[in-house]
């Protein structure tokens, strides 16, 4: 089935021509800048990838395919709302303000990648990476519940993959949210693979979203590939659930075009031309063609944006790469808030052992 032909909100189509009039803030100069952000997204995913493949990065999930998705929720997010993501998310984290660094921190294993401060030195008030399936949910259903009690007319915003939508801690949180009318707005990247299980057989529906009613909350399905559907969808979300008009459930369409993780082999459970044709709906290359049609961008100015694409990436890398490594006792300092006396032993031991392998140097 191309569940691009299924009807949801579309401005821009695969073939980057507008078949709906486009809002009336994407205007030339917003819609090259969310094309810039794609593209440094894209460069950066690539790096990282390359990065993992040479040792000198954990496993990482790649967002190849989902930067319109990612880019479009950061930039309709205001500064005061609070960001609740899943382990895809850098896209819209950095255009939150979070360093690209972090990202390479948290998944080089080093605990200060979940240690958010924005590029201006603001300590950020979005949650760090969540990896355990749909948890993160019912976390944002606090954060949420406390945005509420503050009246400061304040959203949350959570995202998820296709695949936490069949676990209880999502569904729990949609019906929280209903129940208690709360300034939360799901994101659900319904890029049709929940690692090796096809959307077809997690769910009967033929939408996602239409999980909503069961909760009572508000459901729309968008093309996650059309960064300015994407974005037209979310910025109205948040403005329903800042003036407490309630939470919104967004099934937002698109494909994963990487494995699930570094670790991961995709080639194993789907084919080759599905691939072939999930890239043609790409949401680069689309926003890319509409531009150019508009004759707001030519190639050129792409070749000039992904040169400095690259080269702020890199300097990115090298900073990570010649990061100070943290103690390796550190990891057992994030786990606890007051550490229980057996877990300090433990600590003590590795302490020790470090001591005794730098021949009595550490620090």
Known sequence: MNVQALPMLRFIDHNGEAV???????????????????????????????????????????HLGAEGYGVAIGHAMHANDV??????????MWVRGIPMEKNLQYWGGDERGSDFTALDGTPSRDLP????????????????????????????????????????DFLESINCAGAWNLPLVFVVNNNQW??????????AAEFLSEKAKGAGIKGVTVDGNDIVAMHDVVLAALDRARKGKGPTLIEAVSYRLSD?????????????DELKQAWRYDPVSRMKQYLITQGLWNEEKDQAWATRAKSDIESVVEHYLNLTPQAPETAFDYLYESAPKELNAQRDQLIHKVMRMQGGKHG
């Open 20 to 62: 709906e009039q486009l809002p009336s803030w994407a205007d030339g100069t917003t819609l090259v800048k969310f094309y810039q952000d794609m593209v440094m997204s894209r460069t950066y995913d690539n790096k990282a990838v390359a990065l993992q493949r040479t040792g000198k990065l954990g496993t990482y999930p790649s």
């Open 83 to 92: 960001f609740i993501p899943y382990y895809r998310d850098m896209p819209a």
């Open 129 to 168: 990476f969540c990896v355990p399936i749909a948890t993160q949910c019912t976390h944002a259903v606090g954060v949420a519940s406390a945005l509420k009690i503050e009246g400061q007319h304040k959203a949350a915003l959570v995202t998820c993959g296709d695949g936490a939508t069949s676990k209880g």
């Open 194 to 203: 929940a690692i090796s299980v096809p959307r077809n057989l997690q769910c």
């Open 260 to 272: 699930h993780t570094t670790a991961d082999d995709a080639t194993r459970y789907r084919s080759d």
